[in-house]
Each structure stands twice: as structure tokens, then as C-alpha cells.
């Protein structure tokens, strides 16, 4: 039986100790259609928040270390060729985001 991530706000984290996750990368797939400058991401506390910034960097950001394996059986992935090429590529959306949220 999975265990429920609490206390655990890396996205990496999560898959590598499979713990249990309910898909959100579909927010993903929001922020980059909706096209706006700001968007503003309002939960109540413990809602997983610093949870989905992690899924956006790990998404976004481009590193040396190859984290498309966390997204292959996620809905993003399977969302086509459109949302798949945005992986790792738009530095300048996951710096508004990261900028906005600290």
C-alpha cells in the first residue's frame, strides 16, 4: 500500500519513494494554453501548492539530469507531441513562476 506524501513538497521525491499522487499535471497544460502573464494558483493550506511548483520546475527547467521519466505516465505526456516539446524549454515562464511565488 502506497503511503501518502506528507510532508514532502519535492515532485521527484514522490515518484522515486512511489508514494501516493494524485496526477495534477494537467495544470501544466493550463498555464501553457492560457497564455497570461500572472497566473495566480489560490489553495488552502496543505494543498499541495510547493507540491505542483515542484511538478512546474522539474517540468520546465532544463538540467543536465533528464527528468522526463516523471512525466511519461502522467496526463501531460499523453496530452501529444505539442505539450511534450514544451519539457524542459521554457526557462523564462518557470522563472515568472518561481519569481511570483517567493
Known amino acids: 500500500m502506497k503511503r501518502m506524501p506528507i510532508g514532502v513538497d519535492d515532485f521527484k521525491a514522490v515518484h522515486e519513494r512511489d508514494l501516493y499522487y494524485i496526477d495534477k499535471s494537467m495544470l501544466i497544460k493550463d498555464i501553457l494554453d492560457d497564455g497570461a502573464e500572472v497566473n495566480l494558483i489560490a489553495r488552502?493550506?496543505?494543498?499541495?501548492?510547493?507540491?505542483?511548483?515542484s511538478m512546474l520546475r522539474y517540468f520546465f527547467e532544463k538540467t543536465?539530469?533528464?527528468?522526463?521519466?516523471?512525466?511519461?505516465?502522467?496526463?501531460?505526456?499523453?496530452?501529444g507531441e505539442r505539450?511534450?516539446?514544451?519539457?524542459?524549454?521554457?526557462?523564462?515562464?518557470?522563472?515568472?513562476?518561481?519569481?511570483?511565488?517567493?
Do not use: C, V
Open 44 to 53: 488552502p493550506r496543505r494543498f499541495g501548492k510547493t507540491l505542483n511548483l
Open 64 to 79: 543536465e539530469e533528464d527528468h522526463a521519466a516523471l512525466f511519461q505516465d502522467m496526463e501531460i505526456w499523453q496530452q
Open 83 to 102: 505539450y511534450q516539446e514544451e519539457y524542459g524549454g521554457s526557462l523564462e515562464l518557470l522563472s515568472r513562476l518561481l519569481h511570483a511565488y517567493h
